[in-house]
């Protein structure tokens, strides 16, 4: 497999099927934002969302009816509070009911190195004196066959398609992204196909500090779509939008305003180029660009 270089549309209608599981990750930083609203705008339905840390674009995802089941270790606007339409569509199934796989952090990031490594299942040192395994089928212990010390065992994380944001690509193929990178890499080598978004496409790959290299072989395509991380930051191009954060808690407390929303936004644009226009002329964020 070498990485493909085609629209973010022609992406998602390639690669993300009704039914997937869909891997979508970033840890306040690279969130891929733009992927998700091209799901959106294509209608997949019926997906297993997985997520560390679900925020708004999960938020936007499970509002519009396409999830069924989520699996994830915290979920909130972050800094700000609740996400409303998950929190809608879990004690009132609207728009339909979802079903949750609830885990902790340390269980998701050995569930994705497992997934990543095509291993059955994670191994750590966790859940002792929680009763979530008591309502959790797929978190169980088994005992170390060297120590007899027991550990938590949990299914690893395999996904039909991950979801990223990073800074760069070159025209190979290859990805380039530092800062926070969170299971990056881990989400793309869980899955059996990869599409990314990046800031630009560049000719050469210039070294950075702490950077994280995905080659073209694991990743299925590269996406050029600037600022497809907004509200998140994207380190080095644009500071993370704190004001969206904010402003997002009013507009997804209420159904009708929510949908009215993401029809005028999301639904109505063309890309997200044309979403960035949108919610720039209606004064929603910050917008702020650097770099």
């Known amino acids: 497999m070498r990485a493909e270089i085609c629209t973010l549309r022609e992406a998602i209608a390639h690669l993300v099927h009704d039914g997937d599981t869909v891997v979508a990750e970033g840890f ?7 992927a998700g609203h091209e799901i959106i705008r294509q209608g997949r339905r019926d997906l297993t969302l997985v997520k560390m840390t679900p925020d708004i674009i999960c ?25 409303h339409r998950f929190r809608d569509a879990v004690e009132h199934g609207w728009p339909n ?3 949750l796989s609830e885990r902790s952090h340390a269980d998701m990031a050995s569930a994705y190195v497992a997934g990543a490594s095509r ?13 979530l395994p008591a309502h959790n089928p797929e978190i169980r ?6 120590t007899g010390e027991e550990l938590a065992a949990v299914t690893a994380i395999r996904a039909d398609v991950a979801l990223i ?50 080659p073209n072989w694991v990743v299925s395509a590269v996406c050029e779509v600037p600022s497809g991380a907004h ?20 507009i997804a407390r209420d159904r009708e305003a929510f949908r009215a929303w993401m029809q005028r936004h999301v639904l ?24």
């Open 268 to 291: 109505s644009t063309a890309d997200f180029a044309g979403y960035l226009r949108s919610v720039a002329a209606a004064g929603h964020g910050s917008m702020a660009r650097v770099g």
């Open 165 to 214: 944001h990073a800074q760069r690509a070159d025209r190979r193929g290859n990805v380039q992204l530092w800062g926070i990178v969170g299971v990056h890499k881990e989400a793309v080598l869980c899955a059996d196909r990869a599409i990314v978004t990046v800031e630009e496409i560049v000719e050469d790959l210039e070294p950075m500090p702490d950077q994280c290299i995905l």
């Open 97 to 99: 009911p979802i079903a």
């Open 231 to 250: 509200p998140s930051y994207a380190l080095g191009y644009y500071e993370r939008d704190n004001r969206f954060y904010t402003q997002w808690d009013a």
């Open 141 to 146: 212990t088994l005992r170390c066959p060297f």
């Open 28 to 34: 306040t930083h690279l969130i891929p934002h733009a």
């Open 119 to 131: 291993l059955p299942f994670g191994v750590l040192r966790g859940y002792r004196g929680t009763d």
């Open 59 to 83: 938020d936007q995802i499970i509002g519009m009816g396409l999830v069924q089941r989520l699996r994830f270790s915290w979920g909130g606007n972050p800094g700000v509070g609740s996400l």
